[in-house]
């Protein structure tokens, strides 16, 4: 056998579970370093090599337009739009969009496999990154595992498998880090379908978050900050309890988030094909973003199961997000009578559609270049990409 044959990746070793990673206290858990393909993480890990303009380029064939205000913040693009399924799928995070095309993709025969996470059977939100090859299976796995999932620890078994045509569901890390490997996997088709991802936890994480902010921690079985400026909880007897973002404990909360989170410039899942989720769209709508050919492709599939308006814009965000800076890095709680009223004033007046987007990324991207600033001084200048520097250089930033 020749090395052409027998790349070199396959002699890697893949790391121990609970073995520190290459990227330290940054890793995010994406599952690369669970499987031989660590022979590549140096180059591969969105954490130790950002590398957003040349993955864009091998992915949607141009890089993010930094002329192009939309581009800047929501990365390469063909169309924006607003869409809800008209017979929404139950138990879905939303209405199942993300699901449903996975299901035609397989039912169509276009793939052999999609890889998603369901979780494990003790535990709602433990995560288990799986190869579907069914439209159960893609059920299964529907709903958001609000965790830090090692979706890209089944690689291995893709190339064992001999599959040549797959879908990959996931958050943004794990794309970047599949994208840098994706020559290696002997495919003839890779679809990636990406949804936003932020402020991602451990799963003990999780439950800090849970214990700290619902009233019933151990009977959530779904929560979305949603674009209504509150946290909606949802119980297992069917009811659902609201928690203004105003209200939360920040200070209780201000470590709870993975340090990868509070490094990550890529809330919006810049190399998918298609991203599919909330924050852009009016309340209730998904959000749904084609970055090229291929992902116009996959969202056709489901266009008759839809129905779709056009993305729309309102308010002001940039007061509101200067003043959060100092807000949030002073870890001010207001009481819940306040958090309330403010709640209930801001959704009236304050940031919709694509303004709550810009207002969303402002706010992270803020937070999180002066988490890098501090923590990692030596890593900003690489790591935050231009696009991320412009976002946050309209702000205002402590020391
Ligand atoms: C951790 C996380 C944070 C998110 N934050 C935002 C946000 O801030 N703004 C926004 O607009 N959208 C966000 N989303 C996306 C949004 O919540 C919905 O997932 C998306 O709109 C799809 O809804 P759906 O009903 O179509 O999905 P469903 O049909 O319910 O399918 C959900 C899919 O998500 C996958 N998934 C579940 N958990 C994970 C995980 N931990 N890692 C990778 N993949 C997973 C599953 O495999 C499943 O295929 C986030 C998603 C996740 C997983």
Known sequence: MTSVDFPKHKKAKALKPGSRRPAKELCSECGLCDTYYVHYVKEACAFINQQFETLELQSHGATRNLDNPDEVYFGVHQEMMAARKQQPIEGAQWTGIVSSIAIEMLNRGMVEGVVCVQNTKEDRFGPMPVIARTPEEVLAARVNKPTLSPNLSVLEQIEQSGMKRLLVIGVGCQIQALR???????????????????????RA?????????????????????????????????????????FGLNTKELKDVFAPSCMSCFDYVNSLADLVVGYMGAPFGW????????????????????????????????????????????????????????????IEKIGPKGLEYARFSIDSHFTRNYLYVKRQHPEKLE???????KRIVGQYKLPE
């Open 180 to 202: 840098a490997v994706e020559k290696q996997l002997g495919l003839e088709k890779l679809y990636v379908l990406g949804t936003p991802c932020v402020d991602n936890v451990t």
């Open 286 to 345: 998904q959000w749904i973003l084609v970055r090229n050919d291929t992902g116009k492709e996959m969202l056709d599939l489901v266009k008759d199961q839809i129905d779709t308006q056009p993305v729309m814009s309102q308010g002001d965000r940039k007061a509101a997000v200067q003043q959060s800076i100092p807000a949030y890095d002073k870890g001010v709680t207001l009481p819940m009578w306040a958090a309330k009223l403010m709640g209930v004033v």
């Open 382 to 388: 690489a790591h935050v990409p231009e696009f991320a």
């Open 205 to 245: 994480g999780l439950q800090k978050f849970l214990d700290t902010t619902s009233k019933s921690p151990d009977t959530v079985v779904y929560y979305e900050f949603m674009q209504d400026f509150r946290v909606h909880f949802k119980h297992e007897d069917g009811s659902t309890e609201l928690v203004p973002f």
